[in-house]
Each structure stands twice: as structure tokens, then as C-alpha cells.
């Protein structure tokens, strides 16, 4: 993902993503300077319940608790960006 974030940063064209909260957790403090510096408009982070139980029932392989720390990870958007949590309806 490096080599796609430092073109980002380089050529400053306006991008979005969805990522699973925990793949946040992942990156290294090189790869958030360049998200910093790209023009990432929008962040969307998969969040599909709160529930540990329902999370291990649909095997999605994280925690809630992974969840909210991905969200935290996340820079404070600049402005006329922002970071969304985005999930589906238990059924």
C-alpha cells in the first residue's frame, strides 16, 4: 500500500477507501504521514455490529474493540474530509 500512498501524496488527486477497521491498525506511522499529505476525502470503515458474539456468528475475525481502536487511529480529517462507519442490518 506504500508505493500506492506516496503517488497519492505526490500527485495530491482526491481519493476515497474502504477498509476493515482493523487493516488500519496496520499501518505504520510512514503511512499515515502520506495519508495525511494525499487528499483523501473520505474514509470508509467497516463496522457491522458492536456485538463480540454476532461478530464470531457472521466470522468476521475481529473484535468490537478492534473496531473502535481503528476508528481512533484514523487522523482528524482536514477539512471537507471525513471518516464514515459504514455496516449492514442484522438479519
Known amino acids: 500500500m506504500l508505493p500506492l500512498l506516496e503517488v497519492l501524496a505526490r500527485i495530491q488527486l482526491p481519493w476515497w477507501v474502504m477498509r476493515r477497521a482493523d487493516a488500519l491498525l496496520n499501518l505504520s506511522e510512514a503511512a499515515w504521514k502520506l495519508v495525511r499529505k494525499s487528499r483523501l476525502k473520505m474514509a470508509y470503515i467497516g463496522a457491522e455490529t458492536p456485538n463480540d458474539t454476532m461478530l464470531g456468528d457472521i466470522r468476521k475475525g475481529t473484535t468490537s474493540d478492534q473496531t473502535l481502536a481503528g476508528r481512533r487511529t484514523v487522523p482528524t480529517p482536514r477539512r471537507g474530509s ?7 442490518a442484522a438479519g
Open 82 to 88: 471525513r471518516a464514515v462507519f459504514h455496516g449492514r
